[in-house]
């Protein structure tokens, strides 16, 4: 009798246990100035939370389910569905993650949104949380058919099917797309870089195929923007030329000295994430193709020199090589230059988490 009394008490408490077993959450934490910090992406991670940071206002937007909650790196103020919530630590960078003390947590993200009750598999960061929005930019077009290979095959129909192609994917992903031109028209270099600078996008990808007079040249190749263009004159430019995004506050003096320097910051700024992207992308292209990789090289085209995002140009062949024009004709082939161009976003977007923002 006694041996059934415990066994059932046994039995009850580990039941109680498990039922009242809370999800547990096995995030790190980190400690700066004696604060308890989590990663803000970690957090959001766990919670199915979307979030958006955006580099020149350094503000951060967690959106879920009709809850937003907005903060700004530095601040000790964040928005909780539009109120104002004042936290005892502000938000900070840390090893280049954006981090929150745990009052932040328990305040304003533990209310709005609950951990996931049954985490699915550890799956990889969808793409979708730090590349938002893509710009494609199909090289040519209209007038203007680019390379012709030997065949006939014209460089402005290779482009825009691969442009296509990468939109597709971009889009299963989640990813939002801005084609510059999405049939066979000519569209001029500024307007595309207009179409660039006017949607905000995270990052700008023309897609072309090259050509040269000596026919045994070949193989895929990223371009980014020259280190050797003089960044001051390209900053006093760019100032003069677009609007720049940020808070109108902060122009009130409307100072071009001013304008030129933040252009300067957020082009040398760009043009180092240019070059990881570029970078990414070639080693995608290598992993699935059976192509020489000539590497990422410096570049003045026009289109990525006035782009305010990171821009890369893709050489994706040489359509005056014979074998590498029958391969762009190939459908087949284009899926795979896409799908290398895609693997590659998504390793340098798992990178991003580690760039410093600052
Ligand atoms: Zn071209």
């Not at 004042?86 to 993200?109: N, W």
């Not at 082939?333 to 600052?358: H, M, N, P």
């Amino acid at each position: 009798m006694n041996k059934k009394l415990l066994l059932l008490l046994v039995i009850i408490l580990f039941i109680s246990g498990c039922a009242t077993a809370p999800v547990r959450e096995a995030l790190p934490v980190y400690s700066l100035n004696g604060t308890a910090y989590y990663s803000l992406s970690a957090l959001c991670q766990s919670r199915g939370v979307s979030l958006k940071y955006d580099i020149y206002t350094r503000t951060a937007n967690l959106i879920k389910d009709n809850h937003v909650i907005d903060l700004m790196v530095g601040d000790n103020l964040v928005l909780v569905d539009k109120r104002a919530l004042l936290l005892k630590y502000p938000v900070d960078m840390h090893q280049g993650m954006i981090v929150v003390p745990a009052q932040f947590k328990e305040l304003a993200l533990d209310p709005l949104f609950k951990v996931a009750r049954a985490p699915a598999k550890p799956r990889e960061m969808p793409l979708g949380l730090f590349i938002k929005k893509v710009v494609i930019d199909p090289g040519h077009g209209g007038k203007d058919p680019g390379a012709i290979g030997r065949t006939g095959l014209k460089e402005k129909d290779v482009n825009l099917d691969i442009a296509k192609r990468l939109a597709n994917r971009f889009r299963q992903e989640g990813v939002e797309v801005i084609m510059t031109r999405n049939s066979d028209v000519f569209i001029p270099l500024g307007k595309r870089v207009e179409i660039a600078n006017n949607s905000r996008a995270d990052l700008f990808i023309s897609i072309h195929a090259n050509a040269n007079k000596t026919r045994s040249l070949h193989g895929f190749e990223v371009y980014y923007v020259s280190p050797t263009v003089n960044d001051s004159t390209r900053a006093a430019y760019a100032a003069k030329h677009f609007y720049l995004n940020l808070d109108s506050s902060y122009f009130a003096s409307n100072s071009q000295t001013l304008k030129a320097i933040l252009w300067d910051m957020i082009y040398t700024y760009n043009r180092a994430k240019s070059i990881s992207l570029g970078r990414d992308i070639c080693r995608a292209a290598g992993d699935n193709l059976n192509v020489r990789i000539i590497g990422v090289k410096d570049a003045r085209f026009e289109v990525l020199r006035g782009t305010r995002m990171p821009a890369v140009l893709i050489e994706v062949g040489f359509l005056s090589n014979a074998r590498e024009e029958q391969l762009l004709r190939d459908g087949h082939y284009r899926d795979k230059l896409a799908q290398s161009i895609l693997e590659g976003v998504f390793d340098y977007a798992k990178k991003l988490q580690l760039l410093t923002f600052a």
